[in-house]
């Protein structure tokens, strides 16, 4: 008798068990795309956390829903996106997805200055119109509808430039791999020549005193929504002319006036963000290996970055970003060792210096509060106005206070001539205000203080294309 009524109950848990299971999950019958004019269907499928046949907990489902919905406007393809369900009955649901896309042709005329921001060009090189590249870009994203890139470019000004590069992300059934090409070639008629006071000091000359090409494969590994690994190789040379070489003969690598060389570079990161050009809340973990290939000229660089937001509230959110890099230098050549003030190693409130080392770190922590939006008005009472609207996204306008802090440290084994920044603890607090609207347009408006007692207001972003 015990072992009946003892087995009847385990039947009763493990039926009312899988009833519960089952009712507390949907199935995905179908999954409906609106308003992708040019872009595949199999793209924005591509973006999904979920698919046709998906069982999904029923609790799950705003929260998945969420996610396709950043993941869609992250690809960079699209204005809006929104995703939403209809319950078709007590199991059975369909995904809806309405899009509204970007512009994705853009002959846009180029104009840049060529120094490493806007504020040394404007303070320290004073805005002359000699360091500026100006000239025509044509930019064709998702040129196929298939998210993929193409951009040409012919410049001349401060440097001559012609450009090539096409990126295809999925070559594969399963959309997992990807590839991309590229072309440049640059003349210059100026050089960083040195460092002085962890400042650039240039050499200028009436015809080019540098030029080089370089060419390169990509290919791009895709597993999953947030994973992604990618392997570059190139070839390319640089070359300094006689003027050039009597200035700085430890510019190149090697010592001479001309270097050639092969690299390949090996890349992994996890990014999920809620929206990648400024992100309120998620985290990105990045890790790279350059190796390059040039004789008894080898160099090797590892650097490691990270970002973590943390949303306190729909108004609040703190930013935390750890940046690493470490080079293994071959000799004390000029160009190897530039390191702080470059690429991604970048300092609020250091915008005027640089600092070259052999390895270098910097941490920021950031307090981010929404201070309001404003939509700009489509209605007008001009009629002509009012037509042209009619082709044009909502623009909406969001600003952000911000109050922020810098640490760094840069080993330099030999440091540059008067270096005061290198080896030291670096700091720089301040205040500012972000900008922030459609393609993913970021402006930050920073005044900041740093250690040696400099003050100034900084500008920082732009628009992506």
Known sequence: MFKTVISSIFFCLFFFGVHFQTSA??????????????????????????????????DSLPLLNTIAQQQLINTSLFHEALVTTQILDSNHITIKIKVTERWYFFPLPYFRWVDRNFNEWWNEQHHSLDRVNYGMTLKQANATGNNDKLTLGLITGYSQQAVVRYQFPYLDKKMHFGMGLGWQYFAQKEMNTSTYLDKQVFTKTFNAIQNGYRTNLNLFYRPNLYERHSLQIGFGNYAITDSGYRIQPRYLPNYTKSFSYIDASISFSKVKFDYNSYP??????????????????????????????????SKNFFLFESNSQAKFLPNQNFIDQKLLGYGSMQMNGLEYYVVDGNAGSLFKAEYHHLLGAYTVPKESSFGLINKFNKFLPEIKYSFWLKAFTNLGYVYSEKPANASKLSNTL??????????ISIYDLVIKIDYSVNQLGDKGVYLHGGINF
């Not at 992708?36 to 029923?58: A, D, F, H, M, W």
């Not at 990045?286 to 990270?306: A, C, P, W």
């Not at 670096?426 to 900008?435: E, F």
């Open 426 to 435: 670096l700091r720089t607090a301040g205040v500012g205000i972000d900008i």
């Open 25 to 58: 999950q949907f199935s995905i019958s179908n999954i409906q795309i609106e308003g992708n004019q040019k872009t595949k269907s199999y793209i924005i499928l591509r973006e999904l956390p979920y698919s046709i046949g998906s069982l999904v907990p029923k």
């Open 280 to 313: 309120t809340q998620g985290s990105s973990h990045e890790f790279s290996i350059y190796q390059r290939f040039s004789g008894d000229n080898n160099l090797t660089s590892l650097q490691l970055r990270s970002v973590i937001a943390k949303k306190l509230s």
